[in-house]
């Protein structure tokens, strides 16, 4: 929305939210999102064409076209627990839009949603509107964290779906004539809803597949001297393959992936299809597997064992450059490791104590294993081994040779994102063991 805000100066953009903490983030100096640029653009247009309030009903009276863009999280109960996505605050949204519009409206599901999720938004708009029309689009959101601006600012392309009536046709020009302000008009495809729905689900469902068979390479890679980056890179030169999204990992993490798989394992159960549904569901599978590999590899490499061991821990966050941990490895990597009764010294650039303290949800008597710092020499210092769980830069620059002294002997480093250069590692005398190389 501040894209839209920034590239758009006629059009004004109020993002609503009911939760008043979050918005006076939003309103203050320190935005709730570590995200690169994301700040300039926000300040620039903030209090111009772009507001945050907590107003909902007045922006809902007051706004042309609505993107619900609420979280669609992994439902936790009743039927689909674990699988299907949950609905229930895409469904507060729309019946809040129809107890309060009255005028024509566009609402834009920007959420990511099970397919034929529009239906049910319509049909709750139908049941309380009187003399105006409404049109749902779907309108889903490519971007990647950590390169969300550059990811909007240049997408590969946008996608708006909508009904195949001259007024979806309608609303699908105006959402578009919003984008065309910058992105060029053969990037937009228009395609019916439910395509566009899926769409989303099966990029996804694409990308995370992708690690996940990389992944499993790497195991492979581990038990016969081949090096994956070097077969990744074979492959990767094959135009039909590509290089992109090749690096095998400790594993894949964030939001999207496997919530979306597994609401496209649902979705492939509900429609009757269970060879498709146990096809898609494998990589996941290997996700967890990589994950538990990692954990399996740092025991056995300790002599098999890491009781009472310190254990530094570089990186929480799912990835590099953002501050999220939804689903990041490293909540399986480190859980696993205290189960193990392993003491734990994480340091990560961005994510704070709390948030690494409330993902690990420890139990009582666990809480003394875990420590977080805010600097990595001092993760590492007397450690037995250090492993790395998020690609960060600063972790290329770290003084290697400082940190080997300062450690127990023999100095085990486990690189779970390929990062650093084994070589030179071992020529200080770290043990270093890589993902998928020997
Ligand atoms: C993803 C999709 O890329 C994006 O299009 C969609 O809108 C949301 O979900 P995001 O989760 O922000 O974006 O990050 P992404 O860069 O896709 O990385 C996801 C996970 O896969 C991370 O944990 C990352 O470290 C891992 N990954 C990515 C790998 O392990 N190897 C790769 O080659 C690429």
Redesign the pocket.
Same mark, same amino acid.
């Given at each position: 929305m501040a894209v839209i805000a920034q590239k758009c100066p006629g059009i004004e953009v109020t993002v609503v939210d009911i939760n008043q903490e979050r918005i006076d983030a939003w309103n203050s100096d320190k935005l709730p999102i570590f995200e690169h640029g994301l700040d300039e653009i926000v300040k620039q247009s903030r209090g111009k064409n772009l507001f945050f309030s907590t107003d909902v009903d007045r922006a809902i009276e007051e706004s042309e076209i609505i993107f619900i863009s609420v979280n669609t999280p992994t439902k936790s109960y009743g039927e689909g627990a674990g699988k299907a996505a949950d609905l229930k605050f895409v469904e507060l949204c729309a019946r809040r839009i129809a107890g309060t519009a009255k005028n024509d409206k566009i609402i834009v599901e920007k959420s990511t949603i099970p397919v034929r999720t529009a239906e049910m938004i319509k049909r709750i708009m139908q049941e309380s509107q009187t003399d105006f029309s409404v049109q749902v689009l779907s309108n889903p959101?490519?971007?990647?964290?950590g390169t969300a601006i550059q990811d909007l600012h240049n997408p590969d392309r946008i996608l708006i779906g909508g009904e195949e009536t001259k007024g979806g046709r309608q609303a699908i020009e105006t959402l578009a004539s919003v984008y065309e302000a910058w992105v060029p008009k053969d990037k937009i495809i228009k395609t019916n809803l439910w395509s566009s729905e899926l769409s989303k689900l099966t990029?996804?469902a694409f990308?995370a597949q992708r690690?996940s068979s990389i992944n499993a390479i790497s195991a492979l890679c581990e038990a016969t001297q081949a090096d994956v980056d070097e077969v990744a890179q074979a492959i990767g030169k094959d135009s039909r393959i590509g290089p992109k999204?090749? @690096?095998a *990992?400790v594993g894949?993490?964030? *939001?999207?992936?496997q919530k979306d798989v597994l609401n496209l394992v649902y979705l492939c159960e509900h429609f009757g299809l269970p060879e498709v549904a146990a096809y898609w569901e494998k990589v996941v599978t290997m996700n967890n597997y990589q994950k538990s590999r990692f954990t399996k590899n740092i025991v056995k490499t300790l002599f098999n064992t890491v009781s009472g061991k310190k254990i530094a821990i570089l990186g929480f966050a799912? @990835?590099k450059d953002t501050n999220d941990t939804r689903e990041t490895a490293a909540i399986s990597v480190c859980r696993d490791l205290i189960e193990e009764q392993a003491n734990l010294s994480v340091y990560d650039p961005e994510v704070k104590e709390s948030k690494i303290r409330k993902d690990l949800n420890l139990k009582d008597g666990e809480e003394r294993q875990l420590t977080i710092h805010d600097d990595p020499y001092t993760a590492c210092e007397g450690s037995h081994a250090i492993a790395i769980l998020t690609e960060w830069d600063e972790f290329k620059q770290l003084d290697y040779q400082g940190i080997f002294r300062a450690m127990e002997k023999p100095a085990f480093l486990f690189d779970g994102r390929n990062l650093l250069n084994i070589e030179k590692l071992r020529s200080i005398g770290f043990q270093i063991r890589g993902i998928g190389r020997v």
């Open positions: 959101e490519f971007l990647a964290e990029a996804n990308l690690i999204f090749l @690096k *990992s894949f993490g964030g *939001s999207c992936f799912f @990835k």
